[in-house]
């Protein structure tokens, strides 16, 4: 034998996810490279005196897991040590916040900046006993009255400051929010220190944007986490000039230079696609053609490790703002709007349309987020008008979240080959709180599975972290069960799938939106030999238990990046 595998596992259950999503129970690795998968006779003769022999012993090999939508700066900032972890179960109360607070002030200089990450008005007991009831500097004041505090929530959508943080950015009762931004204001119309959308940007350009080292530090925290997790590939969706005011510039064009020195220094231990983002929130059409001609052309030495495929667009906002364009009115009134520029519905309309028609005829990938039923559709024609304008063999555009897909949108997406990216661990965390957006119907709907894939889009699954912690396994979980996180409350029996249909999500299916399918996602002799191994049956596991399978091996490119087994 000239050439001997690295890698082989035995006695498990190998899940391919090929188009019969057919089970082995051995694999070979060979150079990278998946050299046989079969029975434990096929991988025999590969054995040699360096071969590492791997006896899963019942346990289940998946290809390795592609998250196709997280910001892996993003999170890393989001997460301790360099910010406060204010998610629940960490919090569970605007007193818990403040007590997170009031001890991170007894632990920085004075006057330093205190941020934090995750906070949710769902899991605050205040705002679920009474919902008019919304976290205020008032808050934060007592605790810290001479630090500025900056509390992002899980979303990404809203920011909770103090007034020391008012007072150095310059917001008061006069202050104009920029476009598709608000400042909430109390009855005498004083800030409460809660700024949407757009207004955000207000606290961002105050705070001294992240070093190049804070960068790299955040990074190399998401990758470890991922790797625990069995993540061999995720998509950064908006690198580049509009994420300047976002996160201190974690979604700045710089965060795409240290991904670049990472993977040059072999520490990029997973896969890396990326959507640049000319532009921020409420852009018009002008500024969005001239940004993007600016950046470019780029060529990566290594587009299977590092591949910018396309570019982000931003068509509307979320569901708990009430910034979701949507064709029925939200529970008391309002149906939302486009966030891009333009006075009126018909104006606003007009520039989605032509920003989508310009990137697609500059021949990128578009990754638009939008989530309210009527920006779907307006987007999804938008797709196909510009398809039918300048005609691509392949594309790929996809609708970013996806949360009220319409049928309309469905057959448009289906009949043109384009795609939905979702979220099923936001649907866990946000599905008893929407209702109270929504009713009860329309909520129980959002992120329809089932009907996505019936009317033949392509779903891939994505954590969006840090807005959720990138834990496939739970994801796989809600989309087989539909149950919530705070109330395990079912939300949309109808939209569940199955198991197969969730693993593909969050492999062959993420591999296709990254144009990859050809070559990673599932474990056939080949393709590249990203892998995951979890310690149990996947494929008999009660649905609820799969959150609790431990990845025990994580395998990006034939090297093992975790590994439990050996410990």
């Given amino acids: 034998m000239d050439t001997y595998a690295d890698l082989v596992f035995v006695g498990g259950r190998v899940v391919t996810v090929d188009a019969e999503f057919s089970v082995a129970s051995a694999l070979a690795v060979t150079g990278g490279i998946i050299s046989a998968v079969g029975g434990r006779d096929d991988v025999a003769p590969l054995v040699g005196p360096g071969t590492r022999v791997v006896d899963l012993r019942g346990a289940t090999l998946l290809p390795g897991i592609n ?15 360099l910010s406060l972890d204010l998610g629940h179960p960490a919090v569970s109360s605007l007193a818990d916040v403040a007590e997170a607070v009031r001890q991170a002030v007894g632990r920085v200089p004075g006057g330093q900046w205190i941020t934090g990450h995750g906070w949710d008005t769902g899991y605050l007991d205040e705002c679920v006993s009474d919902p008019s009831r919304l976290p205020s500097l008032h808050d934060l004041d007592a605790v810290s009255p001479d630090h500025p505090v900056v509390l992002y929530s899980f979303s990404g959508h809203a920011t909770w400051v103090n007034s020391k943080a008012l007072e150095l950015i310059g917001i008061d009762r006069y202050t104009v929010a920029p476009p598709g931004g608000a400042i909430v204001v109390d009855d005498a119309g004083e800030p409460t220190g809660l700024l949407h959308e757009g207004a955000q940007a207000l606290v961002q350009n105050a705070l001294p944007p992240l070093s190049r080292q804070e960068r790299t530090d955040a990074i190399r925290s998401t990758l470890a986490t991922l790797a625990r997790l069995g993540v061999t590939s995720y998509t950064e969706p908006g690198l580049g000039p509009g994420g300047d005011g976002i996160m201190r510039g974690a979604l700045g064009a710089e965060t795409l230079d240290v991904y670049r020195r990472l993977l040059a220094d072999g520490e990029l231990t997973a896969r890396l696609g990326v959507l640049l983002l000319p532009t921020g929130m409420a852009s018009t ?53 486009l966030c891009v520029g333009g006075e009126t519905d018909a104006e606003r309309t007009a520039e989605i349309d032509a920003i989508i028609r310009h990137a697609h005829a500059a021949g990128h990938q578009l990754g638009v987020h939008v989530t309210g039923d009527r920006a779907i559709d307006t987007v999804a024609d938008a797709f196909a008008a510009a398809m039918a304008e300048h005609p691509r063999p392949d594309a790929r555009h996809y609708v970013i979240h996806g949360d009220f897909l319409t049928a309309h949108s469905m057959k448009v997406l289906a009949a043109h080959g384009f795609g939905v990216n979702m979220n099923p661990t936001i649907k866990w965390t946000v599905a008893d709180m929407e209702e109270q957006f929504v009713g009860a119907e329309r909520a129980a709907y959002a992120w329809p599975y089932r009907d996505a894939i019936d009317a033949g889009v392509r779903v891939a699954s994505g954590s969006d972290a840090p807005v959720t912690y ?14 919530s996180k705070a109330a395990g409350q079912v939300s949309g029996p109808e939209q569940r799938i199955g198991l197969a249909e969730a693993i593909r999500t969050y492999t062959i299916d993420a591999a296709w939106q990254d144009f990859a399918d050809d070559w990673k996602g599932s474990l056939e002799p080949g393709k590249v030999a990203d892998l995951c191994v979890l310690d149990g049956d ?30």
Avoid at 69 to 77: D, V
Avoid at 539 to 564: C, F, Q, R, S, Y
Wanted: include cysteine; hydrophobic fraction near 40%; charge should be negative.
């Fill in 67 to 81: 998250d196709s939508h997280l910001h892996g700066c993003a999170f890393g900032m989001a997460t301790p040590p």
């Fill in 285 to 337: 059409a002008e500024e969005f053609a001239r940004t993007l001609s600016a950046l470019g052309e780029s060529r990566d030495a290594d587009p299977r490790r590092l591949a910018i495929h396309g570019v982000k667009v931003f068509a509307d906002g979320i569901v708990p703002n009430k910034t979701s364009w949507m064709h029925e009115p939200y529970v008391g009134g309002g149906c939302g709007s």
């Fill in 470 to 483: 990138p834990d496939w396994r739970q994801g796989i979980a809600t989309m087989m069960l539909r149950e």
């Fill in 538 to 567: 996947l494929l008999t596991a009660d649905p609820h238990n799969i959150p609790e399978l431990p990845v025990v091996l994580t395998v990006m490119d034939g090297k093992v990046v975790h590994d439990t087994l050996r410990d």
